[in-house]
């Protein structure tokens, strides 16, 4: 069949955090498939790069498990579908109701959007101050918390790398060659090894696809970075590799840290991690010779032992060696609307009625960074009669009971609530435990939009325009944020008419009334969204409501972005309006913010001295304790199980049906020829794996990119796919069955899903 220009349409993936930019053709059953898939060459950031995932996205939007009617738990455990008016009555006063008996910080909220749907959550920020909601988490806080924290103390604000230019990447426990996280990391990892100027670093105990690929892999032990990477810095220091005229320009603190790495023993630290002392020096040297060095960590380190201290001591590294706010180098992305923002919620901000109230959890006193509290303590939050207890929960956008530590703990907490309701697209893990479930539209039948925007110093966002319309009996977030506030009485058509009116008759009419009424009232600023929504929406272009919110930020951005969004065109008084005129026409994505020099990080850089601290007490004595060296497991669990591995064909668990797995990898248990002889096992059988928290049944893939003693499972994988027959087809193990959420980071409470302590044994020799 020949395919026409006309034909492709614009729109983006949602499996990563790129969300590169898609050509697609639609048509099939109901004209509401998604037949062909190619890269969008005038998208400005992806630039027509594709991975081989996005091909597969229909099986996203064409689910058998999809939901398509509110659906009311009974008594029995089954669900009964009902019609969206009694859905939205009776979600609205249950979740008043606790408000009423608790008070709303019972009410919990967790998620709020995926890879690639971040305008949900933006409208339901107005559904948690009508409930007066104050603690939440998303999967944020079982990854980047410790991160973010770091940020904070050093920069005041995030960071990001430069690989399409660096001399030398570093990848910290991350395999962007599956994984991704920045642009085109595929064609990145192919360019930097062709070119022998250049160069990858790799500490990954596995072989990932990344290290085949990398120029010095760093095979730590498991669990092993702190060592690593101390003794990288360590190196740095005692082979007065430092950049000290720019470590006195621009920061503060070298000498109360760098103390601790000059007595350091390195030849020690080095057979703690397992790297011969020379490569680690060569590494070293490597980075401190470099003209620009970006490096990325994730969540092998951060979902690991010593997360948050990982992440402050490879900041060492870039910093004593002087990359950022060059190109090439670390520099500070400008947020076209930050995340953090969005999901500060409304704890430790300063309260007109008293004290500012600490940032910790009600129960478990947990940390609470950017807003988030830690995914391990959100059962613990539940199952317990202390007074303060979380009583209710609103799930958006997220699979908890699947994707947090301890499954089984996290399902017990869910149906302990008084009241919870889920919103998804699918009969997820956590759906099958909620009071009410609500069906929301896909990403690809309403606008949508990631808020991941992370490039420097020119900065990307793309809006999409819907595909198909919602499927019958679905709704936008938008649209269920919204009725919940209406059927709260928050907000009443009465009170927005003359807003509505002024939309539809010209923008400027709005925008003077829609300040005034901000101006004169609180409750309109706290629902703005969900006005705009109903106000503006209507008089946007067909489908393209649910873009409202984003007059706002757009105006927002510009307000307090004058000089960066007037360099990328937006320019003078109307420069928020015509930013987000660029964002609803631009439908392969808009530049909005050029900062014009790598030097502008500096200036964004927002500690109390302005110069980036290197010193973070909290976390030394995290650091001296590694001098007693790395303790090893308990006996009866020989192996570490990194459980959750970015694979070729996972995709968290945006993608359920698991037909998709062409390459049959889903649920293999990667294992090391040596280990597999040693427990008389071979490639394909099948095996019992156990922690202390569970055993599951797997096939082994035998592979030498393991070490001896790591094994490894995928994430995203162990889903109860729901095919169209009504048979429920489970395809490997999934992994949280087998965590354990007190295992986690001692700053930040981030889990320790890649090292789990296990045991495999034969399945004929297990009664
Ligand atoms: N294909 C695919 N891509 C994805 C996703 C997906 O589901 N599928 N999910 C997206 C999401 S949400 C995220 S957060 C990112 C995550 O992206 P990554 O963090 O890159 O993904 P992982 O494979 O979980 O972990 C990376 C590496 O950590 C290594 N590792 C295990 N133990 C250790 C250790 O002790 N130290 C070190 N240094 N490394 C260790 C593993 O061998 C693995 O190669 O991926 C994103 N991209
Ligand atoms: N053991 C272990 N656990 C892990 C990991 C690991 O490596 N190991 N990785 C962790 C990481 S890094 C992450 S990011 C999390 C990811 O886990 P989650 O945060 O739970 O996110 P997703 O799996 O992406 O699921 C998002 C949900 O959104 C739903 N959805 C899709 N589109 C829409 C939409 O338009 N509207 C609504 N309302 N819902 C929609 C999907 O059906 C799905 O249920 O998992 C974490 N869990
Ligand atoms: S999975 Fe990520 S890298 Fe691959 S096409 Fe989708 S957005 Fe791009
Ligand atoms: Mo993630």
Redesign the pocket.
Known sequence: MSVKDEDWKKTACILCSINCGLEMTTGGNNGREILRVRGDKDHPISKGYICNKAARLNYYQNAADRLTSPMRRKPDGTYEAVSWDTAIKEVAAGLQAVKARHGGDKIFYYGGGGQGNHLGGAYGDGLLKALGVKYRAN?LSQ?KTGEFWVNGKMFGTGVHGDFDHAEVSVFIGKNPWQSHGFPRARNVINEIKKDPARSMIVIDPRKSETAQRADYHLAIKPGTDAWCLSALVAIIVQEKLIDEAWVNKHTQGADQILPYFKRMKIAKYAQECGVDEQLLRDAAKRIANASSVSVFED?GMQQNLHSTLGSYIQRLIWLLTGNFGKKGTINTPIPYLALNDASKGSVGKKNAKGPRPKKVSPVTGSKIIIGLIPCNDIADEILTDHPNRYRAMIVESGNPVHSVSDSQKMRAAMRELEFSVVIDIAMTETAREADYILPAASQFEKQECTFFNLEFPRNGFHLRAPLFKPLEGTLSEAEIHTRLLEAMGEIKSQDIQRLAWAAKTNRALFATLFAASAARNKKFINYAPNILFRTLGPALPEGSAEAAVLWIVSHLFVKGNREYAARAGFTGLLGGEKLFNAILNGHSGVIFADAGDYSESFKRVKTPSGKINLYIPELVTELVKLEDGFSTMAPEYPFILSAGERRAETT?TIIRNPAWDKKEQMGTLRINPDDAKAIKIENGQEVKLSTKRASVKVTVEVTPNMQAGHVSLPNGVGLEYIDTDGNIVQKGAAPNELTASEDKDLIAGTPWHKHVAAKIEPLESVA
Request: aromatic share 0%.
């Open positions: 999967a990854e969540l968290n």
